[in-house]
Structure formats: C-alpha cells, structure tokens
C-alpha cells in the first residue's frame, strides 16, 4: 500500500502549487472573457442569454463572437487543465521540478492536435459527457454539468427511451476506458489523436487483466484516505468536544472548526482527483510502455515552504471563520426556513397531475402554490395539460389544439376531469398563488391576452402568476400588462439573468446557485427553483435563501420542511458546509 500511494504522496507538493497558480490564470481569462461577453450583450439590449432566448446566439453578430469566445475560453482550460497537467503529472514520475509555466506553454501548443474528429471529440467529452458520467477528463468551468431532471424525468418514464439510453452510455463507457491513453500517447508520445486512440485501445485490451485490477484499487485507496482523513480530522474531534462540557458559544466554534476542516478535506480530495488519475495514469502508460520494467523510483524527501505556508493559511482562516460563526450564527448559516413549497402540475405526485384536486390536495398540504400548464382548444377555451398530447395521462393521442373542449372534457386523469383554466382558477381562490404556464405550440400572444382577460374577468391578479419558457412571450405580458406578474422559466443562463425584466425567476436546480439566488434578490425579485424532487435536493434549497421550490414531492417537501426546523447546531453546520462544496 505504501508503494502504491507514494507517487501520490510525494507528488502534493508540487500538485497544489500548479493547482494555485492554474486557479488565478484561469480566473483571470474566465473574468476576462464573461466581461467581454456581458459587454457585447449590452451593445445589443440583453441582460442575459438563457435557454428561452438562444436564438439570438444565431441571429446576431454579437451572438457569433460571444460563440468564439467561448470555445477561446474552453480551449484555455483543455490546454491548462488537461494537456498541461498531463505533461506536468509525467514529469513528476521522473522526480523532475517540472516548470509550470512551461508545461503551459506545452499546453497550448499542443491544442494544435484538437483539429481533427477525435480531438472534438475528446473536448466534447471532457466539457459535458465527464461530468455526466461522473468519471474521467473534466474541466472544471463545466464540472458542475448534469442533465436537468426534467429531461431525465421523461427519460425514466419511457422505458424503450431509458433502454437506449442506458446501452448508449454502456457504450461510451467502454469507448471511453479504450481510449484513457489517448492524451498520453499524443502529448507524451508525439502521435496524433487518431494514432493515439488506436494505440490506446491496443495498451487496453493487451493489458485489461492489470489495468481493470489497478483501477478498482486506486478508486478504493482513494475512497479509504478519504475517510481516513475526514475521520481524523473531524469525525473524532467532534465526537471529543461533543463530550467535554463547555459553553454554547464554546461548543459552536469548535463544531464550526472541526466542519471546516470536513470541508478542507473534501475540497483538497476534490481538487487532487484529476491529478491523482493522470498520476495513475501515467504511471500505467509507462509501465504497459515498458512491458512492466519501469517502476516508480522513491524521491528524497524535502520540505516544502510552499505547503508550510498554505495549511497555515487554511488554519488561520478556519479558525477567523469558526470564530465569527459562532457569534453570528444565524446570519451565517441561515437557521430559518422560508423556502415556500410550490405543487409541481398541480399537486405533483400526491394527486392526479394538473387537476382541480391536485390544487386542493397541494392545498391540504401545506403547499404555498400550484403550478400548472395551460393549452388551447380547437374551439379557443384554455385547458390544463402538460404533454404535447393527452396519450400518457389519458390514453388518447391527440393534441389539444385537435379537439374541442367538449371532447377534452370527456377524457380522465386517474379519474380526474382535465379542467379549464377558469376552474383552476377558482380552485385556488383565496387557496394558493397559481402560476400558470403558457404551455406547448399555442403559447402565444392570443393566448397571453385571454389568460389575462380571465384572470382579470375572475379577480385573481392578486394570485396568479403567468410564466413561461419563452422569453418573447413574457416580454409582450411586461410590456403590455405590466400590472400582472411574471415568471421566467430557464435552465441555462449565461449573463445577468437578474437584470430580466420579471417578477419570478424560476431558475433549474444547476444554475440556482447562492450568488444568483442574492443578485436576484438584490433587484427585489423572488426566485423559484425547479423540480426539486430528490430527498437531498429538497433540504439543499429548503435551507438556501431561495424563495420557493416547485416540487413533484410535496408531501415529503413538507415533512422534511418540519424535521428542517428542528434540527441542532451540527445539524444545520454539516449540511450548510456540505452545500458550499
């Protein structure tokens, strides 16, 4: 085990020293050039591009250097996060003080071999498919990238649909494991991509019975140090001043402290996780170049000012930290729960979805609002629907806008009438807010004009909000009804999505993160985030300073909001440190 970790060990040192300095490059083009673009969409009206407006990327010579400069942006962290780290991580193995700097300059140069099929491939697979999957080559400007659920969510409940899915990722998996040299043997070995994935494959298959074995082993090593260290570091303290009388406010800095280094831990895990792989890696390229002869040679030990300097550092602030913490302690953690809970179509999964009793049961449970999606008939009434079509809530493959209202009226939800927008509307009076969605292909303006003449004609402006997807559509609502409120829908945002002209952002749950949640309050907006189904999730943004959550769960939105309220000091400092990380 020893042998095994030592490349690791000894390798530290110098990992976080071009961790630092990779940090404050990247940071500086990632500010320079989300500056560049911010004032290039000013230059054309827009406070933000988001998933309702992506046209405009298309439409717009401003939309077209912003694409540029983006791709610019994601080449610098494929040269400095990968291509350089990899060189880096190599040179580390032959007890070289590598030059950062040059391993860079590398690093750029070698973005030259990109410019062929495998090289876009490689970049769209370190920019989205790695974060998806949970494994590999990532960056970390997209680390955070997942699939929103509401995509998932449909993919679930196709089984065909998931069927596929799951083979294609299967796939990709293994495509993905073949080519894990492929950097190695481009970068290392002077190959193109294209030779470097076939000779990758090559290493893989002839060496399959080490390599699977050397993998499982370096993910359980790293799970165990992990643990190790998150039990040393905190686990055991906590359990030790937990027992040792002392004053509340005693007992709260060191509960503080102790979670702060909870959180040192796993934010120094997290940030050695690539580098450690390309140290694995490197070393498994070597030895199958080698045929098994090269072996990791053990390096003199010497002290590293470097990392003297930057525990200190960590400790004084953990402790600054602890100490303000526990005077402020409220303010810091956010002891209150006020997220509102918000019945996803309807009732979400309590009652049948987007129905007059899914409103009353959302009602019964606490909930604060309904949201629900509304569809035009061939006749021109509004009805309640969410699909493009009625086949999986009731069995008939037609549109809304292919029938009347009387053969909507005929269908039935799990029993449940598919109502207008007027007996909503009075479902909810003086019940819930309602937020009613401008749903499918009839979204549009007729269809703004009648929802707010029948709401206006029911007295319901007061507990209605219109939202949408499409940001076109709200804009003629503000512009022409601006006495009515408005909610935007998006699930990508790049830019100052608060500067929308809005009532509600509800924003999906990735890009609903602390810094938007505040700018959006600071232009007095509410924000809803969405559909936060998950246990996790739910506790997550209940104990943000988000506004509302709009759930399929609100029976369990519910009784996790109660048990919220009742939880102790650790209790509330573990789950706000674990939702910072």
């Known amino acids: 085990m020893k042998n095994r970790m030592l490349p690791f060990y ?28 911010s004032l290039l969409m000013g230059l054309s009206g827009k406070a933000a591009i988001t998933s309702g407006d992506l046209g405009f990327l298309f439409t717009h010579w401003q939309g077209y250097v912003i694409i540029v400069l983006v791709l610019l942006m ?63 080559f990532s960056i970390s400007l997209t680390g955070s990238f997942y699939i929103p659920r509401f995509i998932t969510s449909v993919i679930a409940s196709k089984p065909l649909l998931l069927t596929v899915v799951i083979i294609a990722l299967a796939v990709l998996t293994v495509y993905i494991i073949l080519n894990c040299f492929i950097m190695h043997g481009a970068l290392l070995g002077g190959m193109t991509l294209k030779e470097s994935s076939a000779a990758s494959q090559k290493l893989v298959k002839r060496n399959w019975k080490n390599f699977i074995p050397e993998i499982l082993i370096f993910i359980g090593l790293t ?15 906590l359990l030790i001043v937990r027992a ?58 010497k002290r590293h000012p470097f990392v003297i300097m930057a525990g200190a550092l960590v400790l004084a602030v953990c402790i600054l930290f ?98 207008t927008l007027e007996e909503t509307l009075e479902a909810a009076r003086d019940k819930v807010v309602l937020f009613v969605e401008l749903k499918g292909e009839t979204a549009d303006e007729q269809m703004a004009d009648d929802a707010v ?25 503000e512009q022409k009804y601006p006495e009515m409120q408005t909610g935007y829908l998006a699930f990508i945002s790049f830019g100052q999505i608060e500067e929308t002209p809005f009532d509600y952002m509800a924003l999906e749950e990735e890009i609903s993160t602390d810094n938007t949640i505040e700018a959006i309050h600071n232009k ?13 999730d739910i506790e997550y943004f209940m104990t943000s300073d988000a506004d509302a959550i709009i759930t399929d769960s609100v029976k369990l939105a519910g009784e996790i909001k109660e048990q919220l309220k009742e939880r102790d000091p650790l209790q509330i400092i573990i789950q706000k440190i674990l939702s910072w990380i």
């Open 10 to 37: 000894q390798a530290i040192p110098r990992l976080l020293l071009y961790q630092f300095v990779s940090f404050i490059i990247l940071s500086f083009v990632t500010w320079g050039i989300s500056t560049l673009c």
């Open 74 to 136: 994601v080449l610098c962290y494929m040269a400095i996060e990968l291509n350089a780290l990899v060189l880096y991580c190599d040179r580390l193995l032959d007890g070289d003080k590598p030059a950062v700097w040059q391993c860079m300059k590398e690093g750029f140069a070698a973005l030259k071999k990109y410019g062929c099929k495998q090289g876009v491939l490689l970049i769209v697979y370190a920019v989205f498919l790695a974060p998806i999957l949970g494994f590999g």
């Open 223 to 237: 799970l165990l140090v992990t643990v190790i260290l998150l039990v040393v570091f905190s686990g055991l303290p």
């Open 244 to 301: 040792i009388p002392m004053g509340e406010q005693a007992l709260l800095f060191w509960e503080i402290f102790f979670c702060s280094l909870l959180m040192v831990v796993l934010l120094f895990m997290m940030l050695m996780a690539i580098s450690f792989l390309m140290i694995k890696l490197s070393t498994l390229y070597r030895k199958y170049q080698t045929e098994g002869k090269w072996q990791y040679q053990k390096k003199e030990k």
């Open 322 to 419: 602890s100490i303000f913490g526990a005077f402020h302690f409220d303010e810091v953690f956010h002891t209150q729960i006020t997220a509102e809970i918000i019945g996803h179509r309807a009732g979400g999964y309590d009652a049948p979805e987007n129905t007059v009793k899914g409103i009353e049961t959302a009602y019964e449970l606490g909930a604060a609002g309904s949201e629900i999606d509304i569809q035009r008939t061939s006749d021109g009434y509004y009805v309640v629907n969410h699909d493009a079509d009625f086949s999986r809530v009731a069995g008939v493959d037609k549109k809304p806008s292919e029938m009347t209202l009387a053969e909507v009226k005929e269908l039935r939800v799990d029993g449940e009438p598919v109502p």
């Open 453 to 477: 003449r029948i709401i206006k004609e029911m007295g319901m402006e007061d507990q209605t909000v219109l939202i949408s997807l499409k940001y076109g559509l709200l804009e003629y609502i």
């Open 524 to 536: 007095d907006k509410m924000i809803m985030v969405w559909t936060v189904n998950e246990e996790d």
